[in-house]
């Protein structure tokens, strides 16, 4: 089951705080940065771009946060 929350509202910068190798990589970082309040999604790289019919099937993962919250989720990463 997933789900999709709105991350950003109108005017909101979005930015990477990691790049990890798998989505579940991703969503265990994910899980740690909303259980401290900070909002936060997972989207896939386009370093697959172009494989299996232009879908991309495999590659790494970004973890995304608001540009407010980016120091205070490297704090919670770093503490994982």
């Known amino acids: 089951l997933r ?3 709105r991350l950003a509202v109108d005017g909101d ?3 990477v705080l990691d790049v990890v190798a798998t989505e579940q990589e991703a969503e265990v970082i994910c899980g740690l940065l909303r259980s401290a309040g900070i909002a936060c ?3 896939q790289t386009n370093v697959g771009a ?3 019919d232009g879908l991309t099937v495999a590659g790494p993962y970004e973890v995304v946060v608001r540009a407010e919250d980016l120091e205070a ?3 919670v990463a770093r503490g994982a």
């Open 41 to 43: 999604l997972t989207r």
């Open 50 to 52: 172009g494989a299996s």
């Open 13 to 15: 910068v979005l930015v």
């Open 73 to 75: 989720a490297r704090e």
């Open 3 to 5: 789900v999709h929350v």
